[in-house]
């Protein structure tokens, strides 16, 4: 066997190099460990092979009279080195990984290159005994004209050493370069690569990456920042735009209660008025819905604080509030006229029960102001299951069949709370079959929803459940 190593060692050197290349290619790439395995005894054993060949790495090769035998050992050696080199790297690479994670990749590169770079000035040294002082001398003039050349390409191939190594975002982070908004989807030499919310990809170059004002909004990972911005007359007094405003934001259950949501003035100018409200969510929340939903609350409270609503027009708050709810959209003009005449208002302080849970309504009530919470009862505890606001009905049990409330409703903040009669109602119901039908799905639709939130324990909260039970009218 080892006279056979030493007559043939080029044959057996290839194939040790084309087994260790196919055995990288078999074995799966989440299999590192067994990868980095198999290609270390590979170099292992090639380097057995050219040492029992009467070989050596460090010196150059034995001089013979045959030209073939020279260049065999030297192609050998070479071998060996470049071998070295790329055992080495993937090496590193699996001690880095767990430390560096896949942000490291371009650091792992440049490391792999340094390597590659010195694996063949070695090699040079070594076997092919070449001058490495002038050689050097040379490759150093050249890497300064290369690198003039290159400025650019070298700052962004820096830039990303530096990113990679801070770690200002890495992978899969929501984040915004210079107003570039996008998830992080790769890291390179050159640039980061962010797919934007409108699918498209923006690329980056990490120069003006490490330069550059840079938001990451998946950090911290328990909340997120959602910010939304309301222009509005400057006619209002901004007091109470910011009370209406701040009224919409507790009406949206999706936002953290601490750190609490801010609503500020944020710019004046000759004819309106512009509003900053901002607030943080968990990470489960999804950023747009909840976004959505807090334009959605904005407008209705605003409306209802006056803000949207022209106080000098002919119609009432009221009867303007009756077409804003889906239920009365099937009467007709007069018809809603006459009811609105028969609604009175009343008054509710923060934490003051407006309809308790088991009391049979006397009154169909509509919500004019404020956020008012509807709780269920799970055995002898009420549970939250939602927020209404200004449009928003309760007590419809008790005008259909005088059934009790199956949930109890509570003023979060000061509210308005239009009542309208029983009697006044049911005539109408009675007059328009349209109505009744929306009132009765509405009815069947909310039975459902709190059938189903309570037989969901201990799951969380699903935001298709209650909660669009509650925004329906």
């Known amino acids: 066997m080892l006279a056979f190593i030493q007559s043939h060692p080029l044959i057996i050197g290839a194939a040790l190099l084309a087994l260790d290349m196919l055995a990288w290619q078999l074995i799966p790439a989440p299999r590192q460990a067994v990868r980095v ?3 270390l005894s590979f170099f292992l054993l090639y380097s057995w092979v050219i040492i029992s060949a009467g070989l050596s790495p460090l010196q150059p090769p034995p001089v013979t009279a045959e030209v073939a035998d020279n260049l065999v050992g030297t192609a050998l050696g070479i071998a060996w080195w470049l071998f070295c080199a790329r055992t080495l790297t993937v090496v590193l690479g699996l001690l880095l990984m767990p430390r560096t994670g896949h942000t490291g990749r371009l650091l792992q590169d440049v490391l792999g290159a340094v390597i590659f770079l010195i694996a063949i000035i070695a090699a040079a040294a070594y076997v092919m005994q070449l001058p490495v ?10 890497a300064i004209i290369v690198g003039l050349a ?3 390409t070298l700052g962004d191939v820096f830039s990303g050493i530096v990113l990679n190594t801070t770690k200002p975002y890495q992978l899969d982070d929501w984040i915004s370069i210079d107003g570039t908004e996008g998830k992080v989807i790769e890291i390179d030499w050159r640039a980061t690569h962010l797919l934007t919310g409108q699918g498209s990809t923006a690329v980056i170059p990490n ?12 950090r911290p990972s328990d909340r997120h920042g959602v910010t939304i911005s309301v222009t509005v007359s400057n ?12 009224k919409a934001m507790r009406g949206c259950r999706d936002l953290l209660a601490v750190p609490a949501p801010k609503v500020a003035v944020k710019s004046v100018s000759a004819e309106t008025i512009d509003y900053e409200v ?5 990470p489960q929340a999804d950023k747009t819905a909840v976004r959505n939903l807090m334009y959605d609350l904005a407008h209705r409270h ?8 022209n106080p000098d027009a002919t119609r009432s708050r009221q009867r303007a509030l009756l077409d804003e709810v889906k239920i009365f959209r099937s009467l007709s003009s007069d018809e809603k006229d006459l009811v609105s005449q028969n609604m009175q208002a009343q008054h509710y302080a923060a934490g003051q029960v407006v309809l308790a849970q088991g009391d049979v309504a006397e009154h169909l009530l509509l919500i004019g102001t404020g956020v008012i919470s509807a709780s269920l009862a799970d055995g002898e505890t009420l549970v939250e299951g939602g927020r209404m606001g200004p449009g928003e009905i309760m007590g419809e049990e008790g005008i259909m069949a005088d059934e009790p409330s199956m949930a109890q409703f509570t003023a979060i903040t000061s509210s308005l709370v239009y009542r309208l009669d029983k009697e006044v109602i049911r005539a109408t119901l009675e007059a328009r079959g349209e109505m009744r039908s929306a009132l009765t799905k509405l009815h069947a639709f909310r039975e459902q929803a709190r ?4 037989t969901q324990k201990p799951a969380p909260l699903r935001k298709g459940g209650l909660m669009s039970w509650l925004q329906r009218k």
């Open 235 to 246: 006619q209002m007094r901004p007091r109470h735009i910011l009370d209406a405003l701040e």
């Open 451 to 454: 059938s189903s939130l309570l």
């Open 207 to 218: 120069s003006v990456a490490a330069k550059a004002k840079i938001l990451n909004f998946s």
């Open 278 to 282: 901002s607030a943080f969510i968990g």
């Open 150 to 152: 290159l400025q650019s």
């Open 37 to 39: 395995g198999v290609r």
């Open 133 to 142: 002082k002038g050689l050097l001398a040379t490759s150093g003039a050249v």
């Open 302 to 309: 605003l409306d209802a604080s006056g803000a949207a609503w």
